[in-house]
């Protein structure tokens, strides 16, 4: 008995200090004021508008936490980004994923709060608990809301989405599809990959137009194209390909078979059906954050889960599917293969 630690325990239980640290550090802006600099505590203070209260504690838990670091101690001590937070949580930086962050931090954090609610009732805990918009229903119609929110989802799924760039096998097709293709970021990374593919983003038209201005700034119009579908009633359009990302675990099983058997129908003999998520394994015991995933999904959407490649294979198999595979992409996710 006396080998045992509370200390993991009072770790994942006061988890969300350490995270709310983070959070309002992006909120504020800290990491894009650093830069590829370096300030003092009270300079700091003063820029970001803070009390004189937060100097030193604040910013010496970023430095603890390993999100700053700091030359020399005492007031007159210098901060400045780590080699990670100046790539990642730098605006100013082509890999900014920040974005992610101010929208979990804006809305998901408080979300939160009401798990318990959601474990119990199986109902969603965002805007529409109040009577409110629904996420999707608010983000498209508010386009400069859509364009951040889509940024912030280009960022985390970069990592992704340039795996599946690298491991997938493409010689054998000329077309892909990406469905639900937000600001055209998947198909934007697979046709500078390969050349030899069309690529087309499917969105609703507030998304489309997005994208549309983010493929001409990447010089790519020739090669990857926009098209204005809404998946919920029109069918998928034709493709070698038919891709995914983080979609399918917005939608309650029923939705997400006929979300399958859209793609089925879209492809040809040979065809591929490609979803990239952050697929729990097949056990439940390994992938914490895809399980997390698919909490979150409870407490945005109630009936929206996220599920494991074994779930992915049955459900495609239904559908008539004659094979799959799981590929492992970029830290909790895989891309889940179909073949027609």
């Known amino acids: 008995m006396s080998s045992l630690s509370p200390a993991r325990i009072m770790e994942v239980g006061m988890g969300f200090w350490p995270a709310k640290v983070l959070l309002s550090a992006v909120e504020l802006g800290l990491f894009t004021r650093l830069g590829a600099g370096a300030m003092t505590g009270a300079d700091l203070t003063n820029t970001l508008g803070l009390h004189p209260r937060s100097n ?12 700053l670091e700091r030359d020399g101690d005492g007031p007159g001590s210098m901060y400045r980004n780590t080699e990670e937070t100046a790539v990642f949580l730098n605006r100013n930086s082509p890999a900014f994923i920040g974005g992610f962050f101010e929208m979990a931090n804006a809305r998901l954090y408080p979300f939160w709060n009401d798990l318990t609610e959601a474990l119990k009732t199986g109902k969603p805990q ?55 293709g937000a600001a055209a970021t998947l198909s934007l990374i697979v046709a500078g990959k390969h050349p030899h593919l069309k690529c087309t983003s499917a969105d609703l038209p507030p998304a489309s137009a997005i994208a549309v201005k983010k493929i001409a700034a990447a010089g790519m119009s020739d090669c990857v194209l926009t098209a204005n579908i809404d998946f919920f009633k029109d069918p998928l359009p034709n493709a070698d390909i038919i891709t995914m990302g983080m979609i399918l675990h917005d939608w309650n099983l029923e939705n997400k078979m006929m979300l399958i058997k859209k793609a089925y129908d879209a492809l040809p003999a040979g065809g591929a059906f490609v979803v990239i ?6 056990a439940r015991r390994e992938n914490a954050f895809g399980l997390m995933m698919s909490l979150n999904m409870l407490v945005e959407f109630g009936e929206a889960f996220d599920y494991s490649g074994a779930d992915f294979t049955l459900w495609c198999k239904e559908t008539g ?20």
């Open 277 to 282: 998520e952050t697929l729990i394994d097949d």
């Open 321 to 340: 599917f004659s094979r799959t595979e799981i590929i492992p992409l970029a830290g909790p996710a895989s891309a889940g293969v179909a073949y027609k």
């Open 56 to 67: 030193p504690d604040f910013l010496d838990t970023l430095v603890a936490l390993r999100f």
């Open 126 to 180: 965002n805007e529409t608990k109040h009577g409110g918009a629904g996420v999707f229903e608010e983000l498209y119609s508010k386009p400069e809301r859509l364009e951040q929110f889509m940024d912030a989802m280009a960022g985390i799924s970069m990592g992704n989405f340039h795996a599946f760039a690298d491991k997938f096998d493409f010689s054998g097709y000329e077309t892909l599809c990406d469905v639900g």
